[in-house]
Each structure stands twice: as C-alpha cells, then as structure tokens.
C-alpha cells in the first residue's frame, strides 16, 4: 500500500493529539483512501527533530531519540515528506517563522496544512498564490473555529455564494472570562479560574487585548471575502476594560456584553471596494445567539447573496476530544482524497 | 462550449426562483465550470411539457408553449437531459410518484437533483445504490434546511466523523405558530397570520401534525447515520394540542415550547443497533439554542465523534431569496464540478 508522509513542525498538545487521531483512524484512512498515512518527521524548538521514512511510532517515542542537531528549517529543506503540517505556536504580530516553513515546503512541492492561524493573516495571498503555481494543496481548517469546517463550509458545500460579510464569538478563552464574571467573578478570579480549567494561557494578553480574534477574523475576511488585510488593519478593542459592575448594568438592561468579530465591505472615498474589520466588547440581547454562546463555545455568522446569513457554532469543548487536531485530521483527508483522484 | 441540459419535473415556486437563480449566475457558471447549462425540459401537472434540447428562454415561456399531450414520465424516460431535476410537492405517505422520477433518470444514466424529500425519506438506499450502479450522482441537499449544507457539510467537510446523533428544529411552519402563539395570538389566529405571511400553506396538517418534521428527522437519519427508515417509524406528536395556556405556563417556568426532531442510535433485545427518532413539543430553557430559534430560522445539530457538537442556523428567511431554489443550484455546481473533473 502507498505510503503517505506527514511532517509534523510543531509537537504540542495539537501534534500529539493529532498523531493519537491519526492511529485511530489508520484502518479507515487505509480503506477509504487506499494508502497508509506515516508521521515521517516530527520536529519541535526545543529537543530538535526525529525522521523515519518508514513511520515513526509516536507510541514508543522517547525524548533521546531525537536530534539536536536538526531544526525545522533543515527538515523541511531536506526531509522525506509528502505532506508538511505546520503546527508551531503563532507569532500573532508577524506570522513567522509558519510563514517561511509553509513558503519552503511548497516550493519542494509539498502540500501543507497549517493549524497556525499566522501565515492565513499575513500572507494567504501570497501562499494560496503559490500553492496553484506549485500545484499543491493549502488547507488551514484548524486556523478558526478548530475542526468546525468554516472555510470548507463556504468553499466546498456553499458553492457559487458571495460573503458579504462575516461575524461572530472567534475567541473562546475570553468569552470564558467573560461567562465566569458573569456569574461573579472579578476579572482576575475569572482568568485564574480559566488557568486552572485549560482554557486561559500563561501569557493571556494576546487573547485578552483581542489580538487573537483579530487575527482570526482578519484570516476570515481573507479567505472567505478574498481581501488582502493583516491583523493591523483591525479595529481591535480587548475586554482588559471591562469591569463586573459593566456586566451587572447589562444584565439590568436584560443585555449581555461578548466580544464580537465584523467584517464587511464598505468604499474608500475614490468608490473602490474597502474591508472593515472591528473588534470589541458589545452589547447583544439576553434572547440573541451571541449571548447563549457560554463558556468556550464560539460561532461564525456569514451572509451571502444567494442564501442568507448562514451560521455555525461549535458547542463547548468536551475534554476528551481535541476539535483542534480534528481539523488537521479533516485537512489531511481532504488532501488524501485529491492524491486518490489524481 | 458545452451544454447540460436540465429537466426540471415541477415549475412552482422552486423551480421559477431556480430558472432565475441559473440566469443570473450563468456568466459565472460558465467561467467556473467551462460549460454551459440549460433548461431544456419542463414539465408541470397541469399544463403538460415543454422541450427544446438548445436551452428553454424562460423569460418569454407562455402557457401556449406547453405540450398537454406530455408527461412527467414521458420527459424523464424519452426527453433529452443530462440532469433531471425533481421539484413536484411531496407526497409525504409515500415518496411516490418522486421516487419512480429518480429511478427512471437513473436507469437512463442521467444525474438526479432532487427537492422533493420523499425520495429520501423513503426509498434513500435503494436510490444510493442504483445512482452508484449507474455510475450517475444523487443530490439533495435542498430536502432539509433548504440550501444550508447539512448533508454536504457532513459528507465534504466533517470527513472521517461518525455522526451519533441529531437534532433541531426542522419545520419552519409550526416554528412560526408557535412563536406567533407566545405573542398572544391564539392557534387560530396564529396559521391565520402564518397564511398571510405565506408561511403556512393551505392544507396545514401535515406540518402541524409532525409529519414534514418526521420525513425531515427520516431523511437526515438514512442519509447521515446510515439506517433505512420511513417516515412511519418515528414516534410522532404535532402542536395541534398546544394552547396559549401551556406556553404561558412554560413562559412563567422561563422556558419555551418548541417542535424538537431528535434521532440516535440504540440496541434492540437482540444487541442489534436500532435507529429512534422522536418529533414532538418540548419545553427548553429561554436561553437554550432551539428557544431562541423565533420565526422561521431553522437549525440541525449533528454529534460526531471526532469533532464533538457542531450545529448549523438557518436565518429566517428574506422575501428576495429563494433558499430552496439555491439548495438546487448549489446540488447543479457539485455535478458540474464532478463532470468537469472527470
């Protein structure tokens, strides 16, 4: 049976979830596509990479089988792979170095997938560009809303609809805050609170100042509105601002306050088309679905011509799935389906 | 450049809002997909048929152009097409005559779209394999939630999930009633209001009593988790006996009454796998997703085992746009899209 190689860059909580999935779905992957799907690389900053054109077996790895002296560069120069999954944590303010290993891998002619959000906000024209001139498949499902397939959504299953604009909750470590102060917690209780349940980072402040929806949204308005906008161009307030007795006054007001993403088209001043992406805290109805959305649930509204607002949540994390690695895993197969029909 | 032809059996409101859909979106059909697609068969109960292999101007069709000597069977088995598209209203007891439509095209090799859920709801096996026998596709996406992707959003973009239970809210009629009904309106007054609006059609028993719900919860169920059920094996209640009394009473509770469908797998005696599925009024929280579904929205939520809850909106409808009639373009670009690739 064929042989399909993986690159893994990147071997956190994603990379491992996803090599998990991969084993499990192995018989599936083998009957549905007729191949065998292999980690051939897996690379990480800090213990440096281990390589195995047969397959690595991610259940028997141990730390000393890796080689210091190898880094990400080097196996995505030189390595034996088919398939590069980019899966580094993003580099918010500038999208690299995912930029420079998707840029890399698909000048060898390699497909990529990213679950690194960065290179979508920064440079998708540029990538998607070369993806067609190298002949190669770009995925990024796992970018926004995790597995929940937004972009293949619009892409793949609302053929022939134009987006004339996207909204919704991107970013669920502050709707998480945003929910438990809600309930009564104080800013720093609710984000203490969110450390200790997995769902707030050490370093919160680019989920907090609104740097993480943004970027988000600006990968979005990207992809979905086919604009060429980084996450700079975004008006971007964070939740840093809000205070319990905020929340309290909206209640009373039978209101809630959720940091919400837009984009849409407007005009500049010379009649051409110009993107608008804003976020910030807003005040939604007690009854909308923004304000139903608690905890680490999120949402992505899109209005088309053809078919109206069309909208996709994705419910709150169950601990013992990762909605993450799923998109890599569905970005794979999309990949495996295009090599069996070519 | 090429044409395919296209018989549409039904011309009611559907199939006037697809004819219209195709003429605005034929420039960009033909750039997308290198092809040219035309009506050339239409076929109605009452006036008869009208043919032309070069493509039909529906812009200046009149009643003189049809045929009566012509039917439904006699365009399908002897008509020149490529696609037949089954747009006649349902017959909800049966499927029929939908289901010998598709069996017919199919025998002749030609590709099926079909609106009409009877076909699904009843005979969705049988018709999945003779589409894969004769080597022709089988569409229906616009069966259930009009042109929102459930069945494609499952089968092109959640690949590789297993789908372990569904749910939502999938009549829009009895959604209306029931939301005009917590207004203050009685049952009456309610479909009286719905009739106005266009909402609710002349004979509204079928919706009232569950049974469009029913062959909705059916369709979804044979299609996305693989059973063979019929309309008659779900356990069925309709909103005919909610009075304004039991909404006020679920309002004073802080819940609402809604129309929920909800299918899943169990055991029977023997161990076996055995499909349920309930339609019938339940109360819900005034915060849950299905409560603060008002009017005409619609939803589906699907369980998967790798992606966990994902959940798909339906926004209430907009008088400019024929959601059911994209449904059908959408289902005609997936087949263009197949015949271009092979």
Known sequence: MKKIRI?????????????????RKQEYINETYGCEAVISAICTRSKGAVMDPEGIDVR????????QSQDALRVIDFGEYDIMAELTPINIMSGMPAIEHVRRAMNRGKHVITANKGPIAWAYRELRDLAREKNVQFCYEATVMDGVPVYNLTKETLMGCKITEVSGILNATTNFILTEMEKGSTFDE???????????????????????????????MNVLMDVSITPLDINRTGIGGITKSDLDAAADAGKKIKLLCRGWMT???????????TVGPTLVDRDSLPAIM?????????????????????????PEIDHTAYGVLSDLLRILLTIRLT
Chains 1, 2 share one sequence.
């Open 7 to 23: 690159a893994l860059i990147g071997y956190g909580n994603v990379g491992k979830a996803f090599a998990q999935m991969l084993l």
């Open 60 to 67: 028997t790895l141990r730390d000393e089988d890796f080689d």
């Open 190 to 220: 609710a984000v203490a609170e969110g450390r200790v349940q997995g769902f707030v980072e050490a370093d919160a402040s680019m989920d907090i100042d609104g740097w993480d929806a943004a970027a988000k949204l600006t990968a979005l």
């Open 267 to 277: 005009e500049d001043g010379s009649g051409n088309p110009k993107p608008v992406g």
């Open 294 to 318: 608690d905890a680490t649930s999120s949402y992505v509204s899109i209005m088309t011509d053809l078919m109206g607002g069309v909208t996709v949540i994705e419910e709150p994390f169950e």
